[in-house]
């Protein structure tokens, strides 16, 4: 199969400014791509040197899993290395180029040999298993059905978990938040109830004598320490004298009068 059978419209075009993308076809996360080395053939140099002359090319290998017939094999474009950042980093650094993913091992804990299998026809991760076309499964053949509708649930089932412990961090949150209100509502009231006795009695302080209806405590010391308080109580001396005198004479006219 040619490869331009088997392009199909892009699914995404990831931009790199400057007027250019990187057209994605399918769900580049799955494919099995592999950067390498290849001694190519140099005419040129063959001809100065009058023998065959190889220099190294660095090449990229894609496919998707247990799907060999789509398989594209050539000399690696600068633009493979922006759409396939991860895999030309591993090459760069000269490790194992897997896809990303969970791997296919922890679905066959037990069955170490059909994880192998799996392995075998470019089936390395869970994700791969999962999404497997009908071509794949009849290609891996024995195992492979099980294989992905065991991948599938096991996908379901981490999808949950992380649903639910992203709706308990959440429920968390909230409770913290709700918390804090509450908090700060009572501070609120506290302060609002202090200003409004403030307003009540503005010359009440926590120094005072308790408050009484009509009790002016500020009045009562400038009262007190003012000095026409003492000219005040020089008046009701006298007055007081004057009745007293008054009560005398009256005392004494009875007297006379027997």
Do not use: C
Not at 13 to 18: P, R, S, T
Not at 134 to 143: D, R
Not at 159 to 168: A, E, I, P, R
């Amino acid at each position: 199969m040619s490869e331009l059978s088997q392009l199909r419209g892009p699914t995404n075009i990831d931009w790199h400014g400057q007027g250019y993308g990187i057209a994605s076809y399918g769900n580049d996360n799955l494919k099995n791509v592999i950067f390498y080395v290849r001694p190519t053939h140099n005419p040129v140099k063959s001809q100065e040197q009058g023998r065959p002359w190889f220099v190294p090319v660095d090449h990229i290998k894609m496919f998707d899993p247990a799907e060999p017939n789509t398989v594209i094999d050539r000399p690696m474009r600068i633009e493979d290395t922006h759409r396939f950042r991860r895999q030309y980093e591993l090459f760069l650094q000269k490790k194992e180029q897997v896809p990303e993913g969970t791997p296919i091992d922890q679905l066959f804990p037990n069955n170490p040999a059909m994880a192998e299998n799996m392995k075998s026809w470019g089936v390395h991760t869970i994700e791969q298993a999962a999404s497997m076309s009908l071509n794949a499964i009849q290609n891996v053949n024995m195992g492979a059905q099980e294989a992905q509708n065991r991948a599938k649930a096991y996908l379901d089932q981490s999808m949950k978990g992380q649903n639910f412990h992203k709706l308990m961090k959440e429920n968390e949150d909230l409770k913290e938040k709700l918390k804090l209100l509450t908090q700060n509502h009572h501070s609120m009231q506290a302060q609002f109830n202090a200003l409004m006795t403030k307003l009540d009695n503005p010359n009440r302080s926590s120094t005072s004598p308790s408050w009484q209806p009509g009790y002016d405590a500020q009045a009562e010391r400038l009262n007190a320490n003012h000095p026409s308080a003492e000219v005040v109580e020089k008046r009701k001396r006298a007055k007081k004298q004057q009745e007293q005198q008054t009560e005398e004479f009256k005392i004494e006219d009875q007297e006379t009068q027997y």
